[in-house]
């Protein structure tokens, strides 16, 4: 594996995507980082945003087991992991796998279930295995969760658990389309109102598990030279001491920072991490992991406002 692969096959999967997908560049900008660095990717937007469509198109042009969730305030723990259950044939107990057991799952509408069934995906993201009455269950270290959500201002929704939030590598919000593609969106899939199949627009796989963790392996050995694990603490750090902050970042949060820009370099053709790496990753990493003070929030200020002012006042290495 070397950049000119590595590149190859990311210019390849985004060319699969734009079949289907137009716009939201950004959004599978951060899903190619998340893959390559191990990471999880929530996607935010109000209905129509077109983010199962770029989740399951993503899922489409890599040659992974994918699994769908479709998350409902009726749903349980064991909807999500599977349950043992009793053979009468055999006399014993057989694990009978929920849908969890897959190598890319898209967690459809998250937050639109209750936080005991979101907590069931906790020990998932983190650990990459479940526990099932007691019995620990691996999932590979192919596993990765795409995650969509509404915006918690609409009704029926249920704010994700601060623990399980800081679970998600990226949090991306998805803006609507502009108006040049909103025409194209129009032209491309005004035919039908149901949503559009990927395979229908031809989309293939274009890498596989060995390659999907060669390119892993890959990206972990990328240089990061110590003025850029200072710059990235510094930034980190910065945040719990934000005057209108009521908490900042974990060190996990600049850990993953580390990781996701060696991604960013490799997708970028250098096998070397610079600011520029950092900074564009930087805010969806961090808009989720921050809590405002009562001062802040009186104020008018939200988190990307906040996150902007923490990258001003860190000095940039050179």
Known sequence: MDLELARSIADRLRAEVRKVVVGQEAALDLLLVGLLSE???LL???PGTAKTLLARTFAAALDLRFGRIQFTPDLMPGDVLGTNLFDFRT???????????TELLLADEINRTPPKTQAALLEAMQERKVTIDGTSHPLGDGFMVVATQNPIEQQGTYPLPEAQLDRFLFKHLLAYPSRDEERRIVADHGARTAVADPARFGVRPVADLPAVTA???????????????????DLVRLSREHPSLQYGASPRAAAMLAAASRAHAALDGRDYVIPDDVKALFLPLMRHRIVLSAAAEIEGLDADGVVAQILEQ?????
């Not at 006399?91 to 057991?101: D, H, K, N």
């Not at 390119?215 to 603490?233: H, K, P, T």
């Open 215 to 233: 390119l892993r392996d890959f990206v972990r050995g990328l240089r990061v030279a110590s003025e850029m694990v200072d710059y990235i603490v």
């Open 91 to 101: 006399s014993q107990f057989a694990l009978t796998r929920g849908p969890i057991f």
């Open 39 to 41: 990471g999880h990717v």
């Open 44 to 46: 935010e937007g109000v």
């Open 314 to 318: 860190v000095p940039v290495p050179r």
